[in-house]
């Protein structure tokens, strides 16, 4: 329920006094070490609620955890891997294991440099942002209908700096866009078949596999939506990326 709200208040007209905006302003008053230990007690008390809920439970066949992904999951925490929160810094390491769609290769350091405004990109300056979205589900229908949402309603600079990350094949990303988009199309599509960056990302989802939204700028998360609903993804993307400028 707080994070439906949370995206109806980003996916609003964008009026820089509205709850977005001043959430921003917030952020930016306190210091790296404000929001370390606030996020560090959000944290703790996700692990204190998972441990008190913990104990599987039969999910309806789909795109549910299983009881095995949540141990997964939980193993993570103690691994390292916790749940990222606004103003967290925004790893980079796991961008360049994706995979690119159009040789099936990962992508490297080098691409990755060239991925990220603030680790060297040349067509970017270090204070650009990267706006990631996010699906584990394969051939997931509300990831494409929000690809073709975003690409028929946001303006080519912003499209440019958008970057989607699933876990379809390759050669299925490239059907998929061929056939929707033609040739020339300017969304990014990079694979993450593992789940390795989407787990490094905590972007699986809580109790469902779902479309998950970030913005990265300056080697922080300065923006996450979670579980975010297809046809409001482009107001989320342009509210996130104005409150941001």
Same mark, same amino acid.
Not at 73 to 85: E, H, K, Q, T
Not at 130 to 150: F, G, Y
């Given at each position: 329920?707080?994070?439906?709200?949370?995206?109806?208040?980003?996916?609003?007209?964008?009026?820089?006094?509205?709850?977005?905006?001043?959430?921003?302003?917030?952020?930016?008053?306190?210091?790296?070490?404000?929001?370390?230990?606030?996020?560090?007690?959000?944290?703790?008390?996700?692990?204190?609620?998972?441990?008190?809920?913990?104990?599987?439970?039969?999910?309806?066949?789909?795109?549910?955890?299983?009881?095995?992904?949540?141990?997964?999951?939980?193993?993570?925490?103690?691994?390292?891997?916790?749940?990222?929160? *606004?103003?967290?810094?925004?790893?980079?390491?796991?961008?360049?294991?994706?995979?690119?769609?159009?040789?099936?290769?990962?992508?490297?350091?080098?691409?990755?440099?060239?991925?990220?405004?603030?680790?060297?990109?040349?067509?970017?300056?270090? *204070?650009?942002?990267?706006?990631?979205?996010?699906?584990?589900?394969?051939?997931?229908?509300?990831?494409?209908?929000?690809?073709?949402?975003?690409?028929?309603?946001?303006?080519?600079?912003?499209?440019?700096?958008?970057?989607?990350?699933?876990?379809?094949?390759?050669?299925?990303?490239?059907?998929?866009?061929?056939?929707?988009?033609? *040739?020339?199309?300017?969304?990014?599509?990079?694979?993450?078949?593992?789940?390795?960056?989407?787990? *490094?990302?905590?972007?699986?989802?809580?109790?469902?596999?779902?479309?998950?939204?970030?913005?990265?700028?300056?080697?922080?998360?300065?923006?996450?939506?979670?579980?975010?609903?297809?046809?409001?993804?482009?107001?989320?993307?342009?509210?996130?990326?104005?409150?941001?400028?």
């Amino acid at each position: 329920m707080a994070e439906a709200k949370r995206q109806r208040e980003l996916a609003g007209d964008g009026d820089d006094d509205g709850p977005a905006a001043s959430s921003q302003r917030i952020i930016e008053q306190i210091s790296v070490e404000d929001i370390k230990l606030r996020n560090d007690q959000r944290r703790f008390a996700d692990l204190l609620e998972n441990s008190l809920t913990s104990g599987g439970g039969d999910f309806d066949k789909g795109f549910y955890l299983t009881v095995e992904q949540e141990n997964e999951n939980a193993d993570a925490v103690f691994r390292g891997v916790v749940r990222l929160y *606004e103003g967290d810094p925004a790893p980079t390491n796991p961008f360049a294991e994706l995979l690119s769609i159009e040789n099936g290769e990962p992508i490297g350091k080098g691409g990755m440099k060239r991925l990220i405004p603030w680790e060297g990109s040349r067509s970017t300056t270090s *204070e650009d942002y990267l706006v990631v979205i996010s699906d584990p589900r394969p051939k997931s229908v509300e990831l494409r209908t929000a690809m073709r949402r975003i690409t028929d309603s946001l303006n080519g600079d912003v499209l440019k700096k958008c970057l989607v990350i699933n876990t379809d094949t390759p050669g299925e990303n490239r059907r998929f866009l061929k056939k929707n988009f033609g *040739e020339d199309v300017a969304l990014r599509i990079l694979c993450d078949e593992n789940m390795e960056w989407m787990r *490094e990302y905590t972007a699986l989802g809580e109790k469902r596999f779902s479309m998950t939204m970030f913005v990265l700028r300056d080697g922080r998360v300065e923006k996450i939506a979670r579980d975010v609903d297809a046809e409001l993804l482009p107001m989320v993307v342009k509210n996130s990326i104005r409150t941001n400028l």
